[in-house]
């Protein structure tokens, strides 16, 4: 099993579509969480940290759920240019990250 | 300057051959990171500095792949006797320090070996 994973999609939305990506991580232990973005043949760039009690920055939410293992994304209002891969990202024991496969998403005009 | 760079941005070779890529962390960035990205995978991370020290080596694939920092600064990667699946995206990042949030990427080595 591996330690993030993610739906690879890819989720095609038309502009001004909701859109949420889940990811579950297998270590309890975890303690720090993150979505990267990467565009296309670009390196991966932070979007936003996960907190416990869920954080929000314009369009973007994020949620943690410990007891479940679970990591949420949603961006509502998309816009063409959020198209890109989401990656989900988690510390592992020794506190380096571990990075999902990622989740790609194609907004659509 | 600003950012992670890395050299070269592409990298043609033929199997068997050895290669380097180098890194050049964000100044004063005392944490640096390998990675390799396979198309169409995740991050595959390979080893860490803290400085100079490489405290987890855990991730190189084979005993093929190495790498160094001097100066708490530059690394190099370096990859002897390529095989075809080496060819991927080769990815540095550094960050403040190991375990700081956030971790600033390079624009990658593409490596294709023939």
């Known amino acids: 099993r591996k330690e993030v994973e993610q739906d690879p999609g890819p989720f095609n939305v038309p502009e001004g579509a909701t859109v949420a990506f889940n990811c579950t991580y297998s270590n309890s232990a975890s303690q720090s969480f993150f979505w990267y973005r990467q565009d296309c043949r670009k390196e991966p760039k932070l979007l936003m940290s996960?907190?416990?009690s869920g954080n929000e920055d314009g369009r973007f939410t994020a949620q943690l759920n410990r007891a479940s293992q679970y990591i949420s994304l949603l961006i509502r209002d998309s816009k063409l240019s959020d198209s890109a891969t989401y990656l989900c990202?988690?510390?592992?024991?020794?506190?380096?990250?571990?990075f999902g496969q990622g989740t790609t998403l194609q907004v659509k005009p | 300057g600003a950012g992670v760079s890395q050299s070269p941005s592409n990298k043609v070779t033929e199997k068997g051959k050895d290669v380097e890529l180098r890194c050049d962390p964000i100044?004063?960035?005392?944490?640096l990171y390998w990675y390799r990205q396979s198309l169409g995978q995740g991050l595959e991370f390979l080893i860490y500095?803290?400085?100079?020290?490489?405290?987890?080596k855990s991730g190189l694939p084979s005993d093929r792949f190495s790498a160094e920092r001097t100066g708490g600064s530059v690394s190099t990667l370096t990859i002897q006797r390529t095989q075809q699946e080496d060819s991927a995206v080769y990815l540095c990042a550094s960050s403040l320090d190991f375990g700081h949030v956030t971790q600033y990427f390079g624009p990658g080595t593409r490596l294709l070996v023939l």
């Open positions: 100044s004063g960035h005392t944490a």
């Open positions: 996960v907190y416990s």
């Open positions: 500095f803290q400085g100079n020290s490489a405290p987890d």
């Open positions: 990202v988690v510390t592992g024991n020794t506190g380096k990250l571990i």
